[in-house]
């Protein structure tokens, strides 16, 4: 088994704030990804990378940003946070594409004020 | 325009009912079907998938029923216990593809 753990579990900044949350797996899986959760609205898919250095935008990715320096993180930026961006954000990892189990983590929830 | 479709938000069935989360979906193209079970404060969980070669997926208490014609899905729950109250995600994808486009959710309720 393993696990995938996600710091800060609270995050609260300032609108306009530049903010980082952070991603570790040691699944050893090669792909990871962000998702963003509101509520009533499902997931959806911010960024993904398939290995090391490589970096894939989803459907939500403007106003983020994301980096994979090593294979068991996944780093994601929120450039500059806005009011309506109160959500759970949750990183997730798999061996493979997306027809096999995808593994998440327990979120980080934003708060910005 | 959502891809995936949960058409209840929520869900209440009295323990020991069978629940039924019903789901549909726009691309013929999605070919892989998991569902997902959340609890509060936690991550999604994988609980049972389906591929769409298949129409009957089972495991334990869970089955997924699928029709690939009318391009729906749902997933029973038997003998519903109140441990199963969380919120079902089903979620699609299909072959050569790393996203996975989930449905809005619906939260059960199994009263006891």
């Known amino acids: 088994g393993g696990i995938i753990t996600q710091t800060p579990k609270f995050l609260i900044g300032q609108e306009g704030q530049k903010l980082t949350l952070k991603c570790q797996q040691n699944f050893n899986h090669d792909t990871m990804y962000w998702y963003r959760q509101d509520s009533g609205k499902g997931l959806r898919l911010i960024y993904y990378s398939i290995t090391e250095n490589d970096l894939q935008k989803g459907d939500l990715s403007e106003g983020y940003d994301a980096s994979r320096e090593k294979k068991s993180s996944f780093s994601l930026t929120v450039t500059s946070a806005q009011k309506n961006e109160m959500a759970v954000f949750l990183c997730?990892?798999?061996?493979?594409?997306?027809?096999?189990?995808?593994?998440f983590g327990k979120g980080t929830r934003l708060t910005v004020v | 325009q959502q891809q995936v479709r949960q058409s209840s938000q929520s869900l209440t069935v009295w323990e020991g009912e069978t629940a039924i989360l019903n789901c549909s979906y726009e691309n013929s193209a999605f070919d892989y079907f998991p569902w997902y079970q959340q609890f509060p404060g936690e991550g999604p969980a994988l609980l049972i998938a389906i591929r769409s070669v298949s129409d009957k997926k089972e495991d334990g208490r869970f089955t997924i029923f699928f029709n690939k014609r009318e391009k729906n899905l749902s997933l029973h729950i038997k003998d519903s216990q109140p441990g199963d109250s969380a919120t079902y995600f089903c979620a699609a994808s299909m072959t050569g593809s790393w996203q996975l486009i989930f449905g809005s959710g619906t939260q059960l309720t199994v009263m006891p």
């Open positions: 997730a990892s798999s061996i493979g594409q997306s027809n096999t189990e995808v593994f």
